[in-house]
């Protein structure tokens, strides 16, 4: 069974950091590209990187260009997500994405001081 479990998130200050993590399971990870999108209240899904199978491809939405970096363990079938220079709209519920039609559950992140 298709399966992604998402970590990380919590509460920070603008300009702090969080790592997220997603653990993958029932599939051939490393044969996936992958995805992180985040949803904030009120508002609708957005795309916020992806990252090709091999990790040689990574792009990013405009609003985390330079702040954030997507990248990928296929030995341990799990994506990050590092966030850096945090700020408050970046608060949203954070999940990640298999073109399995496969989403976790996601985490929270709330930047606020």
């Known amino acids: 069974q298709v399966q992604l479990v998402e970590s990380g998130g919590g509460l920070v200050q603008p300009g702090g950091s969080l790592r997220l993590s997603c653990a993958a399971s029932g599939f051939t990870f490393s044969s996936y590209a992958m995805s992180w999108y985040r949803q904030a209240p009120g508002k609708e899904r957005e795309l916020v990187a992806v990252?090709?199978?091999?990790?040689?491809?990574?792009k990013y939405g405009n609003s985390v260009k330079g702040r954030f970096t997507i990248s990928r363990d296929n030995a341990k079938n799990t994506m990050y997500l590092q966030m850096n220079s945090l700020k408050p709209e970046d608060t949203a519920r954070y999940y990640c994405?298999?073109?399995?039609?496969?989403w976790g559950q996601g985490t929270q992140v709330t930047v606020s001081s």
């Open positions: 990252i090709s199978s091999s990790s040689g491809t990574t």
């Open positions: 994405y298999a073109p399995l039609d496969t």
